[in-house]
């Protein structure tokens, strides 16, 4: 999922705690992890747009994880 993401210059949107974790740990194309509920995904995404939109056009390679709190990124592995 990750390879074919990045090979079509895609950003992998997720929940999956457990995958965003992994690859935090090895930063490999652009990846967004929502820490919401399901139900909130929407209007989370929709209040943060810009900001997420501008993370990941700074890098290839960057994960970055969204919450009702803010957002994080990371560039390295870790």
Known sequence: ?????????A????????????RKRNVIGRHVWLR???LDAPALVERRLD?????VSIREDIWVRVSQDGMDTSFAWE
Not at 1 to 9: I, K, P, R
Not at 17 to 22: D, G, H, N
Not at 51 to 55: L, R, S
């Open 51 to 55: 900001e997420i939109v501008a993370a």
């Open 11 to 22: 950003v992998l949107l997720t929940h999956d705690k457990e995958f965003s974790q992994r």
């Open 36 to 38: 919401c509920l399901d």
């Open 1 to 9: 999922m990750t390879v074919y993401a990045h090979e079509q210059g």
